[in-house]
């Protein structure tokens, strides 16, 4: 199972940071936290991940608090291509090795 | 980055029938993956793929149903056996992006459509 939460919906107005809260309470000490955006149809495309630092590359922010206990992905300027389905996984070694278990995402809406 | 090139990317098949969907690598990897993914719903995963030992299935598959070859390390196939209409779903196919450890992240292939009717 998923070892996260994420709000199953929020909207943003182009051009504003678009801020998708992530809860994973349950993290263990070795355990990255991943994002992934799956726009309509396509595979889902990789964003960003991170352990306890916060993280930037150039699509994104990755903020996870002290505890671990919640992290935050940022967009700083949302554009209508943004508008996709995010996914925060928490990353676990298990019996399918290393693979990513999705929960069920949040779906943005940018619009104009 | 990895390079993923999943065939076909969409079929329409009758029920009965049995669909083998391949996936091409651009580099040699490890770990494959296999998900199928529902209408409107998220990905689960099907099972976990390496070279040279038999695949592991997720809860709720079975190789009867799903078998899966992994002959070298750039190549796997997802065959989806006896197919319903419950099995229309896009398949993807993912892999490790190097070494195999939590910190290494994972490509996707574009997927396939499929359809039973």
């Known amino acids: 199972d998923a070892k996260t939460t994420q709000p199953p919906s929020m909207d943003c107005a182009e051009g504003r940071a678009a801020n998708l809260p992530c809860n994973h309470s349950?993290?263990?000490?070795?355990?990255?936290v991943y994002w992934y955006r799956q726009i309509h149809s396509q595979g889902p495309q990789y964003i960003i991940h991170g352990l306890k630092n916060n993280e930037t590359n150039e699509m994104a922010s990755l903020i996870i608090t002290e505890d671990r206990k919640s992290s935050t992905l940022i967009l700083p300027h949302a554009t209508l291509r943004d508008t996709a389905v995010y996914y925060c996984i928490v990353r676990v070694l298990s019996q399918a090795g290393t693979a990513l278990i999705f929960g069920k995402g949040t779906t943005l809406s940018v619009s104009s | 980055s990895a390079v993923i090139s999943q065939k076909p990317s969409r079929d329409i098949c009758q029920r009965g029938t049995s669909l083998t969907i391949q996936c091409q690598v651009d580099?040699?990897?490890?770990?494959m993956f296999w998900y199928r993914q529902q209408p409107g719903q998220s990905l689960t995963l099907i099972a976990t793929a390496n070279q040279g030992s038999e695949a592991t299935y997720e809860s709720g598959f079975v190789i009867d149903k799903f078998p899966i070859s992994r002959p070298n390390l750039t190549f796997s196939t997802l065959t989806v056996s006896n197919m319903s209409p419950e099995d229309s779903s896009i398949y993807l196919c993912?892999?490790?992006?190097?070494?195999?450890?939590?910190?290494?992240?994972?490509?996707f292939g574009q997927g396939t459509r499929l359809t039973v009717v």
């Open positions: 580099s040699q990897v490890t770990m």
């Open positions: 349950t993290i263990s000490g070795n355990e990255y």
């Open positions: 993912s892999v490790e992006g190097g070494r195999v450890n939590l910190n290494t992240e994972a490509f």
